[in-house]
């Protein structure tokens, strides 16, 4: 496994202390009952107290339950088999059917071969402080936790709560909620931890076909996750598989303060591969203050973070990528995609030593290859490339309008900062910082080479806003690593002690005011949640000057 770093040790070490009160038991809902499940119960019993509890988790299925009502497994002991719940189960938004541990150690549910908790057609549902055990990877057949809504004739089902969950040693996804033509609305996940999972990590994904419009899902947040070891299925040569965190078809999304790391190494796709955290075809989600690093992939992507085809008004803020065999931050659509792409923002985020297994990808990578990507806002990022890729931002520009400020695109060992593919749709480059170690600064522009940056100007446009030169050529003079990235998370992520630009910078203060010149849409917090200036310079890149 991974190395971890010791706050992501931390972490784990506190998913299983949180205590049970914090569990939704708080407020003014009112309970029908309690039943509890313990190794030494007896299955006949009425199973409302620990002294009368039940045995087994086939009692539980037997049982008819009632908003309210909670069902205790005893602390630290497992208990066999596959939990399932269904319409007659199901509680109430604001009164849920609560499946969780006695006390703060989590019980174990062991599902050999099988799925570990099933969840058919029913809300107000909340699984909390529970491991969630299959019989490993390549042994088992069924998915951690599954929730589903497969009614094809009804709304969307409300309130899935999954809450300092781990699950690990399915063959298919850890976490699966999943729905079509309608899944679930107002959706909880966190504090799970998700590994060892064969086909990936945490999936929230609507059955829609991709020419139908709408979202299967909406209002879900992933929050305090950590998805790894992920590998994907080497036998699943039809879709991806891998991926760490994704959102498909969801219509107000949030994934934040999470981590994805070596997911995706085994995908047996030829075609699509994994991404670490992403979401596609969704609509309003907002992924921020993540870490994606070292994911992999046997074919295409691999990469950290992604907004992918048919997204619109999605954010990719404030994370971190690194080290991963894919582009860092990817914006990309593809053919058989028959949603808009537009309105898609990704600003304030590093990526370094991207791109580890495509010289082809980069640390930025932005490619249409369908309709078009329309309204795509790029700025504030912090882009440093490695040796093994050739560019630290790649952007292919037929049928893409897009305006890229303030970045910093800082190449490495024989990469160039840019590179402009097919240069044919509205593209707006506008004082973005562009450096090479070690050797002259180059753009690649179609099949033209651009030794200085008043000649691309002159011949193509770029670097220029209302008639003035803007934009450097210039050494960035960042505060870097060494060789290998190091991994930090959560609060301490908020507080990276490098990729900012020494006193000595001539790009010190150099950037445009984003929100100044063009409104109130843009941020107004830099990647350490520093206050921008409301009327001075901007910095270049995803920090604030000291």
């Not at 620990?50 to 539980?60: E, F, L, T």
């Not at 899935?160 to 690990?168: A, D, G, K, M, T």
């Not at 909880?188 to 020419?211: K, M, Q, T, Y």
């Amino acid at each position: 496994m991974t190395r971890l770093s010791q706050s992501f040790q931390n972490l784990l070490k506190c998913i299983s202390l949180v205590p049970l009160a914090l569990c939704l038991l708080s407020g003014t809902r009112s309970r029908s009952a309690d039943f509890f499940v313990r190794a030494d119960g007896n299955d006949s019993a009425i199973g409302t107290s620990r002294a009368a509890a039940w045995r087994s988790i086939d009692r539980v299925n037997n049982a008819r339950l009632k908003p309210g009502d909670r069902v205790l497994f005893e602390s630290g002991e497992t208990f066999t088999g596959t939990l399932r719940f269904t319409p007659d189960d199901a509680g109430a938004p604001d009164n849920p059917v609560i499946i969780a541990s006695s006390e703060s150690q989590p019980a174990v549910v062991y599902a050999g071969r099988n799925t570990g908790i099933s969840v058919e057609n029913a809300g107000g549902i909340s699984i909390e402080n529970l491991s969630v055990v299959g019989a490993g990877m390549t042994n088992n057949a069924g998915v951690g936790v599954l929730c589903d809504n497969t009614l094809t004739n009804g709304p969307m089902l409300e309130h899935l709560n999954l809450q300092n969950v781990e699950v690990r040693g399915f063959g298919k996804q850890g976490i699966l909620i999943d729905g079509g033509p309608a899944g679930f609305r107002h959706v909880r996940v966190s504090h799970c931890v998700v590994h060892d999972n064969l086909f990936g990590g945490i999936e929230i994904a609507g059955r829609l076909s991709w020419s139908q419009p709408g979202c299967s899902h909406a209002d879900v947040a992933v929050a305090e996750c950590l998805a790894y070891d992920n590998p994907g299925d080497p036998l699943c040569h039809t879709r991806h598989s891998g991926s760490g965190i994704m959102l498909l078809q969801v219509d107000r999304g949030l994934i934040e303060h999470s981590a994805a790391w070596n997911n995706g190494y085994a995908n047996g796709s030829h075609t699509g591969g994994p991404v670490g955290i992403w979401t596609c075809a969704s609509k309003r989600v907002t992924i921020q203050r993540c870490e994606s690093f070292r994911n992999r992939t046997t074919a295409a992507d691999g990469g950290g973070f992604d907004i992918d085809g048919g997204c619109e008004n999605c954010i990719l803020q404030d994370n971190y990528s690194h080290d991963n065999d894919g582009p860092g931050l990817m914006v990309y659509t593809y053919p058989y995609e028959s949603r808009p792409h537009r309105g898609n923002v990704v600003r304030f985020n590093v990526s370094e030593n991207d791109s580890r297994r495509s010289r082809g990808y980069a640390g930025l990578w932005v490619r249409n290859d369908n309709d078009g990507i329309q309204d795509l806002e790029i700025y504030n990022n912090t882009v440093v490339a490695g040796a093994w890729t050739d560019q630290a931002a790649s952007i292919y520009g037929e049928g893409l309008a897009a305006c890229l400020r303030n970045n910093i695109f800082f190449a490495r060992g024989g990469a160039v900062p840019l590179r402009v593919e097919k240069a044919q749709g509205t593209l707006r480059f506008e004082n973005n910082l562009y450096w090479r170690e070690k050797a002259p600064v180059q753009v690649l522009w179609d099949e033209k080479i651009y030794n200085s940056l008043e000649d691309w100007r002159i011949a193509t446009g770029a670097e220029s806003l209302g008639g003035k030169a803007v934009g450097l050529f210039a050494e960035s003079k960042l505060a870097l690593h060494g060789k290998e990235a190091f991994s930090r998370r959560n609060e301490s992520l908020r507080k990276l002690p490098t990729f900012r630009l020494s006193p000595e910078s001539p790009a010190k203060n150099g950037g445009l005011n984003l929100r100044e010149r063009f409104g109130p849409a843009f941020a107004s917090q830099d990647f350490n949640g520093t206050e921008l200036s409301a009327s001075g310079p901007w910095p270049f890149g995803a920090f604030a000057d000291d």
